[in-house]
Nanobody
Framework: QVQLVESGGGLVQAGGSLRLSCAAS????????VAWFRQTPGKERSIVAR????????LYADFAKGQCTISRDNAKNTVYLQMNSLNPEDTAVYYC??????????????????WGQGTQVTVSA
């Protein structure tokens, strides 16, 4: 089973950009579907974007369409989330998650069995 470590979070002004990275180790990364979730205090974790095993199919939450781009480099065992035009409502802890399961919607946190520790993104007005 892979282990995941996120990086790239931080403080950015509204309108700015960040690129989050999710580095995997300890498993066959290409066997995993990977997603980014985000969570704010008092709210449930919600999906931002998801990418298939071989940099194929991508999926975005409605709010992320046009703002975020998910990509992966299996040679580097890394998935990226490029976020542009950030606004204060994007402030959250962002988590990377992975699943090797073949079935399931892969849209909910329960669909993913491997999680990173999260990285804080704070967008100031």
């Amino acid at each position: 089973q892979v282990q995941l470590v996120e990086s790239g979070g931080g403080l950015v002004q509204a309108g700015g950009s960040l690129r989050l990275s999710c580095a995997a180790s300890g498993g066959t990364f290409s066997e995993y579907v990977v997603a980014w979730f985000r969570q704010t205090p008092g709210k449930e974790r919600s999906i931002v974007a998801r990418i298939g095993r071989n940099e194929g199919t991508t999926l975005y939450a409605d709010f992320a369409k046009g703002q975020c781009t998910i990509s992966r480099d299996n040679a580097k065992n890394t998935v990226y989330l490029q976020m542009n035009s950030l606004n204060p409502e994007d402030t959250a802890v962002y988590y990377c998650a992975a699943t090797s399961r073949l079935f399931g919607s892969k849209l909910q946190p329960r669909d993913f069995e491997v999680w990173g520790q999260g990285t804080q993104v704070t967008v100031s007005a």
